[in-house]
């Protein structure tokens, strides 16, 4: 091993003051999921560990530590919506953090304005940039080398709508910068926001 580099298996611990790897693993864009339950109650959460999983047709992915109502909900009904956060809704989705009982409504909580899907139940937020509608297709039990259940599972779904904003969409394209999105950077409280693009175009592009 090299001196200027710090290895360490994490099923020992990391030997650090605070563990790395979310700090590492960042920016990490934030997927805020609507669901409802199978009352019509709506739930709102943020989860950082969200990604885009295939273009043709669109998934996307996120993962649930414990049996979260985000979980509960989207296996109950079938259906989440995936918000974008920008950074004036930042605060917002903060107090959408928040461990409130089920079937309490965090969009109420946050003072935000609920828009209606069109092609699923649950409500997107109304001020965000773009959203997407989803039809969950796949939910994936997360598990460890040596096939150990973690109580962490992967929600996918499929995008079966897209919302964008009128302002944020400019000569057709969806204007990013404009649309300011928030990412999770890793230890408490760290975030960032895109300010800034540079273009590289792939090989054979």
């Known amino acids: 091993m090299s001196d ?9 611990g990391h030997g650090l003051p605070r563990d790395p790897f979310k700090a590492i693993l960042a920016p990490r864009p934030i997927g805020w999921i609507t669901s ?3 009352q019509g109650r709506v739930n709102l959460a943020p989860y950082s560990f969200f990604a885009g999983l295939n273009t043709s047709p ?5 993962s649930v530590e414990g049996r979260k109502d985000s979980m509960r909900n989207v296996e ?6 995936c918000n974008l956060v920008s950074r004036p809704l930042a605060e917002a989705m903060n107090e959408t953090c928040a461990p409130l009982a089920p079937g309490e409504n965090e969009m109420i909580r946050a003072g935000l304005e609920a828009a209606p899907s069109t092609l699923v139940k649950p409500p997107r937020v109304a001020l965000s940039p773009a959203a ?9 039990e997360i598990r460890d080398v040596t096939g150990q259940g973690l109580d962490t599972w992967l929600m996918i779904g ?8 009128r302002e944020f969409l400019r000569e ?6 404009a649309a300011q999105p928030v990412a999770r950077c890793g230890y408490r409280g760290d975030y960032t926001e895109v300010a800034s ?3 590289m175009i792939r090989p054979g592009a």
């Open 4 to 12: 200027d580099t710090y290895f360490y298996d994490p099923r020992q």
């Open 36 to 38: 409802v339950d199978g």
């Open 58 to 62: 669109p998934m996307v992915g996120y």
């Open 76 to 81: 109950e009904t079938g259906e989440f919506v």
């Open 132 to 140: 997407f509608e989803c039809k969950l297709t796949q939910v994936v």
């Open 158 to 165: 499929q995008v079966v709508g897209v919302h964008i904003r």
């Open 172 to 177: 057709g394209r969806f204007d990013t910068l």
């Open 197 to 199: 693009l540079f273009e």
